[in-house]
Nanobody, 126 residues
Framework: QLQLVESGGGLVQPGGSLRLSCAASGFTLDYYAIGWFRQAPGKEREGVSCISSLDGSPYYADSVKGRFTISRDNAKNTVYLQMNALKPEDTAVYYC???????????????????WGQGTQVTVSS
């Protein structure tokens, strides 16, 4: 059974950093696009960053470019989201999602991913 488990969320001060992890089981990362999405209260879900073996470069939302970095460790079947220079507007529940292999743009912007983790809360506040 395909499963995604996020970890690494928490409370951090503005300007701080967090690293989110998404541990995948039941499938191999190579055959899926993986994305990080977030949803803040009262706001629509946003595709933050996506990675796919179909593309040489990840996708980043404009709001996080230069601050967030997505990466994956195939040996550990885990995808990471390194978040630096965090801002209060980054506060949200962050979800990891997986979808059968597609482009990063499709994954983050166009498709409804088939599989989701339970989410992890990120709060940026002083």
């Amino acid at each position: 059974q395909l499963q995604l488990v996020e970890s690494g969320g928490g409370l951090v001060q503005p300007g701080g950093s967090l690293r989110l992890s998404c541990a995948a089981s039941g499938f191999t990362l190579d055959y899926y696009a993986i994305g990080w999405f977030r949803q803040a209260p009262g706001k629509e879900r946003e595709g933050v960053s996506c990675i796919s073996s179909l593309d040489g470069s990840p996708y980043y939302a404009d709001s996080v470019k230069g601050r967030f970095t997505i990466s994956r460790d195939n040996a550990k079947n885990t995808v990471y989201l390194q978040m630096n220079a965090l801002k209060p507007e980054d506060t949200a529940v962050y979800y990891c999602a997986a979808h059968p292999l597609t482009t990063v743009l499709a994954m983050c912007v166009r498709v409804m991913p088939e599989h989701w983790g339970q989410g992890t809360q990120v709060t940026v506040s002083s």
